[in-house]
Structures are given as structure tokens and as C-alpha cells.
């Protein structure tokens, strides 16, 4: 079992930062790769950013290319995400996931159903 706890949420003016933490418990965080998925009112879940076990090979959607960016740290059983030069549209609940890979899988799931554990959301807002 693993459990996820985001954080980093709240209220930020549009082309401003924000970054979200998400930590994980367990000691075989570094044979997870991590996700996060976001949800706006209304809308369906959809998928943001993703890296791999390795911290080596991450994946993003078109919407967050060049403004989002994953990392984590073994270590310290948590993934971050870096948002940068957020927009209106950027406002919804932020989901982290994980999903046990191992080390032989080497790219990152983007599939919400791919995911085995899911974080309870931290609710980003981007006011115009």
C-alpha cells in the first residue's frame, strides 16, 4: 500500500508559480512512477505530467509543455511539480499518482487507469 498527501495548493494570479508537493509512504517509492492528473469542475479527470522510477524519463500534455515541469526525490518519497506562468485554465483539483513499475519499465505511464494509488487533490485556483 502506498499513500499520497498533495500539497502546495491555492490561489494565484494568472502567469504567476505555484509548485505542488506530493509525499508518498512507503520504501519502495523509487519503484513507482509518480503522475499527476488534474480535474476541473465539471470536466473529466485528465492527465498532466508523469516520471518514471528513474527521475530519468518524464512525459507532459500539450496544454502544460514548457510551463509544468515534474521531478522527485527517492530520498525524500515525494514528486514535485513546478507551474509556471499558470493560466485561468490551469484552475482545478491536482491529483498525484503512483504505479508500481519497477525497474524495467522505463517510461512513464499517462493513463488515469494505469494508476494504483491516488492522493485526496489540492485545489489550485488561477484568477484572471
Known amino acids: 500500500q502506498v499513500q499520497l498527501v498533495e500539497s502546495g495548493g491555492g490561489l494565484v494570479q494568472a502567469g504567476g508559480s505555484l509548485r505542488l508537493s506530493c509525499a508518498a509512504s512507503?520504501?519502495?517509492?523509487?519503484?513507482?512512477?509518480m503522475g499527476w492528473f488534474r480535474q476541473a469542475p465539471g470536466m473529466e479527470r485528465e492527465f498532466v505530467a508523469a516520471?518514471?522510477?528513474?527521475?530519468?524519463?518524464?512525459r507532459y500534455a500539450d496544454s502544460v509543455k514548457g510551463r509544468f515541469s515534474i521531478s522527485r526525490d527517492n530520498a525524500k518519497n515525494t514528486v514535485y511539480l513546478q507551474m509556471n506562468s499558470l493560466k485561468p485554465e490551469d484552475t482545478a483539483v491536482y491529483y498525484c499518482?503512483?504505479?508500481?513499475?519497477?525497474?524495467?519499465?522505463?517510461?512513464?505511464?499517462?493513463?488515469?487507469?494505469?494508476?494504483?494509488?491516488w492522493g485526496q487533490g489540492t485545489q489550485v485556483t488561477v484568477s484572471s
Open positions: 499518482a503512483a504505479k508500481w513499475t519497477g525497474i524495467g519499465r522505463p517510461y512513464p505511464p499517462t493513463g488515469e487507469y494505469e494508476y494504483d494509488y
Open positions: 512507503g520504501r519502495t517509492f523509487s519503484s513507482y512512477a
Open positions: 516520471i518514471a522510477w528513474s527521475g530519468v524519463i518524464t
